[in-house]
Every structure is written in C-alpha cells, then in structure tokens.
Nanobody, 127 residues
C-alpha cells in the first residue's frame, strides 16, 4: 500500500487562499510519470485541476489557470496545490493522485491513468 494523504482543506470566504498538501512516498516520487490534483463536487464528475510531470512541466484546467499553482518538493515527497482567489464554484473534495503506469499518450487530466489516490480534502468556499 502506497500512502497518499492530503491535508490543508477547510472553509474560506470568496477571494481567500488555501494551500493543499499531499504527502506520499519515495516510491511515488521516483516512479510517477505524473502527479495531479482532481476535484469532485456533489452531483458532478471528477475533474482534473492540475498536473505536474517528471520534468516539472505543469498543466491546469481552464477554470483555475492564473489562480492555482501546482508544485512539488521531492525531498519531502510532497505535492502542493496553492489556491488563490477562491470562488464558490471551487467548492469540492480535492484528491491527490500519482500515475506510475506508463502510457504512450499520457493525459494528465484523465483519472483512469492514475493508480494511487488519496482520500481527499474538502474545500468549501462561501460567498
């Protein structure tokens, strides 16, 4: 079992910031092709929020570009998601995921390409 644990969720007001952390393992640090953040709101499908590749390249959903930043600290086996200018529509359960399976055509936003998932951290934004 590879541990993947999110922290840092909470309830904030519109326009405020939160930083999510995802503590995983040396295994996922050294074997992941990509790591990502996903979110799922009640009644909606899971959607990719941000992804980061082994070369440090990052990708974002259009809805969060310019507001969210994904980063990683490999020495601490930790993935981060800095969320600024939060909106009510950002309210969701946020999950961290790692993809250690090789795909010839990787798509960071496709949940099925990730094989390790955390339990999630709730983010609630109130107006």
């Amino acid at each position: 079992q590879v541990p993947v644990v999110e922290s840092g969720g909470g309830s904030v007001q519109v326009g405020e910031s939160l930083r999510l952390s995802c503590t995983h393992s040396a295994y996922t640090t050294h074997n992941s092709n990509c790591m990502g953040w996903f979110r799922q709101a009640p009644g909606k499908e899971r959607e990719g929020v941000a992804g980061i590749g082994t070369d440090g390249s990052t990708s974002y959903a259009d809805s969060v570009k310019g507001r969210f930043t994904i980063s990683q600290d490999n020495a601490r086996n930790t993935l981060y998601l800095q969320m600024n200018s939060l909106k009510p529509e950002d309210t969701a359960m946020y999950c961290c995921a790692a993809a250690t399976v090789y795909y010839s055509r990787p798509m960071w936003s496709l949940p099925t390409q990730y094989n390790y998932w955390g339990q999630g951290a709730q983010v609630t934004v109130s107006s």
